[in-house]
């Protein structure tokens, strides 16, 4: 549960110096994710919902951490920051509350204040309200809150839709790469979705491509 102490020091960081990304208004994406996104990049101020994959998440942020953005997640007991450094995600700019209790409204508020992304997990039975709250604090902070779920309002949606293992053979092998598809839906420029493959830390394989009617068709993968 967060203590009193520890939204203080929340409150804190939030007071604190701006966000040590500078005043972009677009934050960087590894290539892959940015040919599928409308602005190939995350927009300040935009709420992302993902789902379908945790490395898919920590691909999400690697980009902008490695270009200096401050990242929190919240409420991701099973985060593996072993996985994170290994995806790219900086540590030195990772902050974590694993477990925030009940008010973690509070806790992601108070991050949205300070960070350049705060990603939160909800817990199962949270109120919309709650949602609405951060999503519009998120706006008006210039953050971007990033959702692992379903999330009303979301902006942008970006789902693992099917994975892939390389090296498997029947009965025989060891994994060597998993292969995500991925596809972005939302609002605006992003009602069209749009799919491309990743693998490993982030690097685009085959794109995947529209059919005549507009839904996405998977190309086999290639692997170098």
């Given at each position: 549960?967060?203590?009193?102490?520890?939204?203080?020091?929340?409150?804190?960081?939030?007071?604190?110096?701006?966000?040590?990304?500078g005043d972009i208004r677009l934050l960087p994406v590894v290539s892959a994710l940015a040919a599928i996104l409308p602005e190939?990049?995350?927009?300040?101020?935009?709420?992302?919902?993902?789902?379908?994959?945790?490395?898919?998440?920590?691909?999400?942020?690697?980009?902008?951490?490695?270009?200096?953005?401050?990242?929190?997640?919240?409420g991701f007991a099973h985060l593996g920051l072993l996985a994170a450094a290994e995806t790219g995600v900086a540590l030195e700019?990772?902050?974590?509350?694993?477990?925030p209790g009940p008010r973690w409204p509070v806790v992601v508020a108070a991050l949205l204040d300070a960070m350049d992304i705060?990603?939160?997990?909800?817990?199962?039975?949270?109120?919309?309200?709650?949602?609405?709250?951060?999503?519009?604090?998120?706006?008006?902070?210039?953050?971007?809150?990033?959702?692992?779920?379903?999330?009303?309002?979301?902006?942008?949606?970006?789902?693992?839709?099917?994975?892939?293992?390389?090296?498997?053979?029947?009965?025989?092998?060891?994994?060597?790469?998993?292969?995500?598809?991925?596809?972005?839906?939302?609002?605006?420029?992003?009602?069209?979705?749009?799919?491309?493959?990743?693998?490993?830390?982030?690097?685009?394989?085959?794109?995947?491509?529209?059919?005549?009617?507009?839904?996405?068709?998977?190309?086999?993968?290639?692997?170098?």
């Open positions: 549960m967060a203590s009193a102490a520890a939204l203080g020091a929340l409150q804190e960081v939030a007071r604190g110096p701006a966000r040590r990304a190939a990049g995350l927009r300040r101020g935009t709420t992302i919902g993902v789902s379908g994959s945790a490395s898919l998440l920590l691909t999400l942020l690697s980009g902008p951490s490695q270009a200096g953005a401050w990242c929190a997640v919240v700019r990772l902050a974590l509350v694993p477990v705060v990603v939160v997990c909800p817990p199962a039975r949270s109120r919309p309200a709650d949602g609405r709250r951060l999503t519009a604090r998120a706006r008006e902070r210039g953050a971007v809150l990033i959702t692992v779920g379903d999330w009303e309002g979301a902006d942008l949606r970006v789902v693992a839709v099917e994975r892939r293992w390389e090296g498997l053979g029947l009965g025989h092998g060891q994994v060597r790469a998993a292969n995500l598809l991925v596809e972005v839906s939302g609002r605006g420029a992003a009602r069209r979705p749009r799919r491309a493959w990743l693998s490993g830390p982030g690097e685009a394989l085959a794109p995947a491509a529209p059919d005549a009617a507009g839904t996405a068709r998977t190309r086999p993968v290639e692997v170098a």
